[in-house]
């Protein structure tokens, strides 16, 4: 069975930084891509960085310059670093995990940890 939990989600005021961690449980689950999306109340899901097994990140534009995606060498964890965070940041994020199991293509999502940004 494959699990991804997330985890670092907290209370922060505007300016802070906090650092969300990803974490992929599973024995036969080769994990080819970690991304992170967050989604905010009333609104839609949207993905906000993305990071294959070759490394190679990926940012949406209202991220860029404040978050950074990164994955621990051979290892199912992923991080996002969010520094400079905003009230707009506010969301629950949740991490995506693409890969293979045997010959399948699949994908597993995480239960999601709060961001909320407020003074």
């Known amino acids: 069975q494959v699990q991804v939990v997330e985890s670092g989600g907290d209370l922060v005021q505007p300016g802070g930084s906090l650092r969300l961690s990803c974490v992929v449980s599973?024995?036969?689950?080769?994990?080819?891509?970690m991304n992170w999306h967050r989604q905010a109340p009333g609104k839609q899901r949207e993905l906000g960085a993305g990071?294959?097994?070759?490394?190679?990140?990926e940012y949406a534009d209202f991220v860029k310059g404040r978050f950074a995606i990164s994955r621990d060498s051979g290892e199912n964890t992923g991080h996002l670093q969010m520094n400079d965070l905003k009230h707009e940041d506010t969301a629950v994020y949740y991490c995506?995990?693409?890969?293979?199991?045997?010959?399948?293509?699949?994908?597993?999502w995480g239960q999601g940890t709060q961001v909320t940004v407020s003074s």
């Open positions: 995506h995990a693409e890969g293979t199991l045997g010959d399948a293509r699949v994908d597993y």
């Open positions: 599973a024995s036969r689950f080769r994990v080819y891509a």
């Open positions: 990071i294959t097994t070759h490394g190679y990140p």
